[in-house]
């Protein structure tokens, strides 16, 4: 009769496995305690190799990791020393001196030409004891009419608040936005070439509707709202909904004629094709009354201001704020399509 296996007693099988080892920890999980002690020594060598290994793997992934922290944290730093330059000047602001602020390229939102931006460098130039007053250096085509609004009015606060003079500069352009910003300047100088006005409003796109129908393409839109789908490319355009969007820009056009009307006052020469949206030559609208006299930013400094040094306190987007934005337009830019078709002054 054969005794019975203790349950504390292995069993042995001669063709089961004994036992399973796990290469990177070196350990055994299961079987006779005597196995390893009946491992040949090239066995336990190959299993101490491994093990060894996979202890030097894990010591390699901790330095890359902390490698590429490091890389990280030195990147942030850089971007945070590459942000306090503002763009300022290093020169002795408490000496007297003619303050310069820049308006380049187009006036917009998020743009270096914005309210934000400019607005800001206006208030330390105006500031600044020593500035002697501030100019405008201009060059830009036009852009947001509301990005202009919010600057005209506070050259203006500004101006009364400090009783500085503030003069306008133009360069190649001063056009549309650009010279909605200039007429709050207390003279505007420009060179005989350049190109200064194009006092108007527009609201551009394009409609494909003839050419869908052509293509046999349908264009399924659904609103809420009879007239939200107002100014969709691929939708016709209803006479209600073009003269409701007259009646917009004939508005802001007002808006405007009327900011050029307060800046120039009695040196506006008025006649039919002043606010038609046409633009001219730097000799034409001193003769117009749209600007006062020639002149670079130079001799405003020396002639009209008398304080040759310049300083410019001209703000930009430094490189941490670009990435913000990128970043910010990339999650944004689904709500950015319904303002794309926004009236501007170009």
């Known amino acids: 009769m054969t005794d019975p296996i203790s349950p504390h007693e292995p069993e042995f099988e001669p063709n089961r496995p004994q036992a399973q080892v796990n290469p990177a920890r070196g350990a055994i999980n299961s079987g006779a305690s005597d196995v390893s002690s009946r491992e040949a020594p090239w066995e336990r060598e190959t299993l101490e190799k491994l093990a060894m290994a996979a202890i030097l793997e894990q010591r390699q992934s901790r330095r890359w990791r902390n490698a590429i922290r490091i890389a990280w944290l030195v990147f942030l730093v850089g971007l945070v020393w590459l942000g306090m330059d503002r763009g300022a ?47 405008l250096l201009i060059n830009s085509p036009g852009g947001s009419p509301v990005q ?34 200039a007429v709050a300047a207390d003279k505007i100088y420009v060179d005989k070439a350049s190109v200064v006005g194009s006092i108007g409003v527009l609201m551009d796109g394009f409609g494909f509707t003839g050419l869908m129908d052509k293509l046999g393409v349908e264009r399924r839109l659904m609103t809420a709202g009879e007239n939200k789908g107002f100014m969709d490319p ?29 800046g120039r006052g009695t ?8 606010f038609s949206g046409l633009f001219w030559t730097g000799q034409q609208a001193i003769e117009m009354g749209l600007a006062d006299q020639l002149g670079d930013v130079n001799f405003v400094a020396r002639e009209v201001v008398k304080a040759e040094d310049l300083i410019d306190y001209t703000r930009k987007d430094n490189v941490a704020e670009r990435l913000v934005k990128r970043f910010g337009a990339s999650i944004g830019e689904g709500a950015m399509r319904a303002v794309r078709n926004a009236p501007g002054l170009r």
């Open 89 to 135: 000047s290093s020169t002795d602001t408490a000496l007297p001196h003619t303050a310069i602020v820049k308006i380049e390229g187009e006036i917009a939102s998020g743009g270096e030409a914005s309210a934000e931006l400019v607005g800001a460098a206006m208030r330390s130039a105006f500031e600044d004891k020593g500035a002697q007053a501030v100019v």
């Open 234 to 262: 691929f939708s016709p355009q209803t006479e209600k909904q073009r003269e409701f969007a007259q009646t917009m820009l004939n508005q802001i056009h007002q808006q405007f004629i009327g900011a050029v009307k307060a």
């Open 267 to 274: 040196r506006l020469k008025e006649n039919a094709e002043t």
């Open 148 to 181: 202009a609004g919010i600057i005209n009015d506070e050259i203006r606060r500004l101006k009364a608040l400090h009783n500085k003079p503030v003069y306008a500069v133009v360069e190649e352009t001063c056009a549309s936005a650009a010279y909605y910003i």
